[in-house]
């Protein structure tokens, strides 16, 4: 059993279809409410964020 890093709720690895691989470790979730809220980054302590590339303006 896993705990699901938004609702805090335990889940079995075996039988969930959400999941979501994330720099080498997997994170499983209970639902795809859950999975989405911590894809998007809205989870407190197991945020996840993605660093975008930085924009520049070469058009001066």
């Known amino acids: 059993m896993q705990k699901d890093p938004v609702c ?7 039988k969930t ?9 997997t994170f499983y979730f209970c639902s795809s409410v ?12 197991s945020r996840v964020t993605l660093d975008p590339e930085p924009v520049t303006n070469n058009d001066q």
């Open 8 to 14: 805090g709720m335990m889940v079995d690895e075996r």
């Open 17 to 25: 279809k959400f999941q979501s691989i994330y720099q080498g470790k």
């Open 34 to 45: 859950c999975k989405t809220t911590w894809i998007l980054g809205g989870s407190d302590g």
